[in-house]
């Protein structure tokens, strides 16, 4: 037997009865040693890789299908279809099935496919073919009643099935539909609505053909519309014929095309609307219908797909400037329409349809959609939102943070196109997201506070908060110029925590970026107001909005923002001095003082940065070397009381330098009774008081040197005493003779520290001291 190759889509039925794409080739059919008979084979057309390999069984039902399809199941629940792209291809093949299974090439299925029980089937196989009563009026209901009495029988079905072909019968029964109708016979109705529905579950290709065709479509509908289960008939035709109407935004040239159109949308039409929702013993009875609008689908998008000219007038149309608004939309609605048919492609050849769309200009045409509506739309939706659960507000706050993260924006040779987008998106887009919350915000409380509203704001808040993380100055204009902040800072007020935690999460963040323009619009608009009045609100009360505020005044005095400091401390020192359970405010305070003494002091100020300069600030690991060399040297190189100085530093005036510094420690041993009330209400281990248990990221620093070992290094920012370690270990006296003794010696110490110190300093000082050799300890104690 030649082999007869022809082009051909391989397809199986998945589990949720749909038709899976596994791939284009040519189909051949030959003998297979290994399966012991004639089978068919398809190879890939890319690669000649082997995609079907199928026995044709003696026994197996195989189904032709609109002159282009054969379907056949190789085992249960395993179905297999070949569309072929030309009718000869599959006549071809068909009758190699045909010659293996001894049947006549006319029929359109080979076996019963469902066994019977023998006696049912000598029955059958004994009487003659099934003979349907005369299409008669007065015998409607014989017809319906024999009808309903073939549908459990398979063989019956298709004895039932190739009667009503050979006859002619449907065109008949349509002929007295219309009888019915003008006699106003609801019984004839009656029964010619469960005959029409009982051919629809015999799931015969050849039947569909002759009900979906452009004359019987529409009657084939208007009896499914005379359901006996109603009490008044329904209306499908009118809505076809007068409220669904078809459009030719772009004029189709191909009528097959058109036709397979229309009848797609009305064999649709037909599944979802008219069609009762079938059982779940009829579900598999209609496989057929499914099967007949999925390559439906298939074909026009194809066809489409193919036809150059038609897509190339559709984007030109789209994108051109002169095409009014309503048939702009008509042709997105078209668009859109022939993109949710390519949903019934598989991927591989999605990507191929969305590659035809490229390279046909569909990324032009909607740039000029997506300007005028998109972005707009989904924020519109948010906002809009009917689900209690904002549910759907959710997903879309999703996208649009996708749609604006600068991580997700492609790399391109223009670098401003970022820029611009953002730029658009700020002019054209963020007054409709911030609609709500400015609507909600025009008064000290919020004008909505129910939960709804309240978890639309916050989900406003978080995108917003994002922005501020990752758009720099398009945000930071927009909050200044648009007052933003104080608007947010009202929704503190709502009797919703998690919406009060949204807007100080908000503040902080803007805080976290240390930026000077939002640090003088918070002190210019006095907006740590409405924080510190929450604080105060919330009392006594160990909970999450106690510790994102304290948590924030935290990360201002570990961070040192000096501007800041001075406003908290200036405004607002009177409501918060009070506050002992935590070392945070009393913390700012001393920060705020040792800001004052500088600035009260402009020569002690520069002094510290002469001394800073001079300590080489280099890498951790050039000062490690360096002050283990010192360490290593041996004592007897040094003439007793000799003081270690940078060599440039011996050039200058040690009385001049030093002058100073003794009055600047003279002053803070006179102060030193005064700090000792603050300081000594913070353990010697530097931990919060076990009353109220908090911990910051940015905490006070620790002192564990232990009393026998000696004690640190004079003026380190650890040691006890420094004046520039804020909540450290109360001072002693001890430590404040050995460095005043220290510092008044001839000779400058180049490992002097000042209060203003840098934090990342102490930690590398801190080391240094603790494993500070004893023999070195008693030299400086000595000098």
């Known amino acids: 037997m030649t082999d007869t190759r022809r082009r051909v889509k391989v397809y199986t039925l998945n589990e949720d009865r749909q038709w899976d794409d596994r791939g284009t080739g040519h189909v051949s059919s030959g003998y297979v040693e290994r399966l012991k008979g004639m089978s068919l084979l398809v190879r890939a057309e890319s690669d000649g890789s082997l995609l079907l390999e199928s026995k044709i069984n003696p026994n197996t039902a195989y189904q032709k299908q609109q002159d282009t399809l054969i379907v056949w199941s190789e085992a249960e629940n395993y179905d297999l279809a070949l569309s072929f792209q030309e009718k000869a291809g599959c006549d071809e093949i068909w009758e190699k099935i045909c010659q293996v299974q001894g049947k006549d090439p006319s029929v359109d299925i080979t076996q019963d496919l469902v066994d019977e029980s023998e006696e049912e089937r000598f029955d059958d196989m004994s009487s003659p073919g099934l003979e349907l009563p005369s299409c008669d009026l007065s015998r409607l209901e014989e017809i319906a009643e024999l009808v309903a009495s073939s549908l459990p029988s398979p063989l019956r079905r298709e004895k039932l099935a190739l009667a009503l072909e050979n006859e002619g019968y449907i065109k008949k029964l349509l002929e007295i539909f219309h009888v019915c109708e003008d006699l106003e016979n609801i019984e004839g109705l009656h029964h010619l609505y469960e005959i029409i529905k009982g051919i629809f579950l015999l799931n015969r290709t050849a039947l569909f053909e002759v009900m979906f065709s452009e004359e019987c479509i529409m009657d084939v509908i208007g009896c499914l519309e005379y359901d006996p289960s109603l009490s008044q008939s329904r209306k499908h035709r009118e809505f076809l014929t007068k409220t669904a109407k078809f459009k030719e935004v772009i004029p189709i040239s191909d009528p097959e095309l058109k036709q397979k159109i229309h009848q797609t949308y009305r064999v649709q039409y037909i599944q979802d609307m008219v069609l009762p929702t079938p059982s779940v013993f009829e579900e598999n009875m209609l496989s057929t219908l499914h099967s007949f609008i999925f390559f439906n689908k298939v074909e026009i998008v194809g066809m489409l797909q193919e036809d150059e000219k038609f897509l190339t007038e559709l984007f030109a149309q789209l994108t051109d400037e002169a095409t009014d608004e309503e048939k702009r939309q008509e042709l997105v609605n078209f668009l859109k329409e022939f993109c949710a048919f390519s949903q019934t492609l598989q991927p591989q050849n999605r990507d191929a349809f969305f590659k035809t769309l490229s390279n046909m200009g569909i990324l032009p045409a909607l740039e000029v959609i997506l300007d005028i509506l998109l972005i707009n739309l989904i924020i519109e939706h948010m906002i809009c939102d009917t689900d209690p659960e904002l549910g759907g507000a959710v997903q879309l706050m999703g996208l649009l943070r996708t749609l604006v993260d600068p991580e997700n924006m492609l790399a391109t040779a ?286 006070t620093k620790t002192n564990l040197t232990s009393q026998s070992s000696a004690s640190n290094l004079p003026g380190s920012p650890g040691s006890p005493g420094s004046p520039g370690s804020p909540g450290s270990p109360g001072s002693v006296s001890k430590s404040t003779s050995q460095m005043a003794a220290i510092t008044t010696k001839g000779g400058l110490v180049g490992l002097v520290d000042y209060p203003d110190d840098d934090d990342e300093e102490d930690d590398e000082d801190e080391d240094k001291e603790e494993t500070l050799p004893l023999s070195k300890k008693a030299k400086l104690e000595s000098s």
Request: proline share 3%; charged share 30%.
């Open 414 to 699: 223009n670098k401003t196109e970022k820029t611009e987008f953002l730029g658009f998106f700020y002019k054209h887009c963020m007054h409709v997201l911030t609609a709500p919350l400015l609507a909600n915000t025009t008064e000290d409380k919020p004008s909505k506070d129910d939960f709804q509203t309240a978890q639309l704001l916050a989900l406003i808040l978080e995108l917003l908060t994002f922005c501020v993380e990752h758009h720099t100055y398009h945000i930071k204009n927009y909050i200044i110029n648009k007052d933003i902040l104080r608007r947010v800072l009202v929704l503190m007020a709502s009797k919703h925590a998690f919406l009060a935690l949204c807007a100080l999460r908000f503040k902080r963040k803007i805080i976290g970026l240390k930026d000077e323009f939002y640090n003088r619009y918070i002190m210019k608009s006095f907006l740590f107001e409405p924080v510190v009045k929450a604080f105060l609100n919330n009392g006594s009360r160990y909970n999450l909005m106690n510790s994102a505020i304290i948590e924030m005044f935290e990360f201002i005095r570990v961070e040192d923002i000096k501007s800041l400091t001075a406003h908290v401390i200036e405004n607002y020192w009177k409501a918060l001095e009070d506050v002992d359970y935590v070392q945070t405010f009393k913390g700012l305070k001393l920060r705020f003082e040792q800001q004052r003494e500088r600035q009260d002091n402009p020569k002690l100020d520069s002094m510290r940065s002469i001394l800073r300069n001079h300590r080489y600030r280099r890498d951790a690991r050039t000062l490690e070397d360096e002050e283990e060399m010192w360490f290593n040297t041996d004592e007897d190189d040094m003439e007793d009381g000799e003081a270690v100085v940078p060599p440039s530093d011996k050039t200058k005036n040690d009385d001049d330098i030093m002058d100073p510094i003794s009055k600047f420690m003279e002053r803070k041993k006179l102060k030193e009774s005064e700090e000792k009330e603050v300081l000594l209400k913070t353990n010697l281990s530097g931990r919060q008081s076990p009353s109220f248990k908090l911990s910051f990221s940015g905490g």
